[in-house]
């Protein structure tokens, strides 16, 4: 454990959700929402801790707005070597009203903090492309970071572009498939070729998708199968007990050898699952899973294992766990 609501003095009613994680400098760094509901809510604010070890915690900074609910901080690392922290902030009208810009009502903005050391933060930068929608989740690759609107405007999905994470582009719309989509976690192979994981996407309730250089033309989106209980039984992910709605909170990296890993909650017996992902087979192989644990998981590859960060309780609320995972290696997987 990590992190839980005894070191939050100044609550007295809170509850912590959707750590997210990353390694930067030398230290290990999780984000995660505070606030008194899950739903939206002024309380909402985002809160950084870091660590050398893993394993002793301290807080780096909180992220708060005066008008609104800061929801699901996430962490990257930009191209020039900055911590990045982006949400989206929900404004709350009992605490202001709704701006309106160029006649469109504004409830909600997507924001960014940038910071080169992880002590001392920028103000927030809100691009007006940010204007009612949510970028969700940010990777990097070459001189670029990318990341998928959904909601508000970008309801059928856009994927942005920034190369100083302040100003953002947009570079396709329309990207979800059917136009259903939801949370969308990106990473990059090592040939280039960009990869999504979409939450309620396609019939699946989870979808992978993939473009090449330059990701404005054409995207493929599958529907994926799974090896979930062993290597016996492969069968379509949405006949999965726990896959009756969605893969909550996707996570998708790219593993120094080149695999595709992924992880996210589910409802069944096991409440977060890790799994590798065959883009080529359109399929999943669960290689680990938390029973007694919720809300969006984090996934890091660092010096040959998986470090995963997670919720650790049924309902949502706290504390953050953090797991270390050995994976099996390529020979054995085959």
């Keep these: 454990m990590i992190w839980d609501i005894t070191r939050i003095p100044d609550r007295e009613k809170t509850r912590i959700e959707f750590p997210h994680l990353v390694r930067f400098k030398g230290y290990w760094y999780s984000s995660f929402r505070e606030g008194e509901i899950h739903g939206n809510h002024i309380s909402g604010r985002g809160r950084v801790i870091r660590s050398t070890d893993g394993v002793h915690w301290e807080t780096a900074a909180l992220f708060e707005s005066a008008n609104g609910d800061v929801r699901d901080p996430r962490l990257s690392v930009t191209s020039d070597r900055k911590l990045m922290l982006n949400s989206s902030i929900k404004f709350i009208e009992e605490a202001a009203p709704y701006r309106t810009i160029d006649g469109q009502i504004v409830q909600r903005q997507s924001v960014t903090w940038l910071s080169d050391d992880g002590e001392t933060w920028s103000d927030p930068y809100a691009c007006p492309t940010g204007i009612n929608t949510w970028r969700w989740d940010v990777a990097w690759h070459g001189d670029y970071g990318y990341s998928i609107g959904y909601s508000g405007k970008d309801a059928n999905g856009t994927l942005y572009r920034t190369k100083d994470g302040k100003s953002w582009t947009a570079l396709k719309k329309d990207l979800f498939p059917g136009g259903h989509g939801n949370e969308a976690a990106l990473t990059f192979g090592h040939d280039g070729t960009a ?140």
């Design 195 to 334: 990869y999504v994981l979409l939450r309620a996407g396609l019939d699946a309730r989870v979808a992978l998708g993939f473009s090449h250089p330059p990701y404005n033309q054409d995207w493929q989106w599958q529907e994926l199968n799974a090896y979930w209980d062993g290597p016996v039984n492969r069968q379509p992910v949405r006949d999965i007990p726990g896959f009756e709605r969605d893969l909550g909170g996707p996570e998708i990296t790219t593993l120094a050898d080149g695999r595709l890993l992924g992880a996210g909650r589910v409802r069944g017996a096991i409440r977060i699952a890790v799994f590798l992902i065959d883009p080529e087979n359109a399929v999943l192989t669960r290689v680990a899973g938390v029973e007694n644990g919720s809300s969006y998981p984090g996934i890091i590859e660092h010096n040959g294992d998986i470090w995963l960060s997670y919720i650790g309780h049924v309902s949502g609320e706290g504390p953050i766990y953090l797991s270390r995972i050995r994976l099996p290696d390529r020979d054995r997987m085959d």
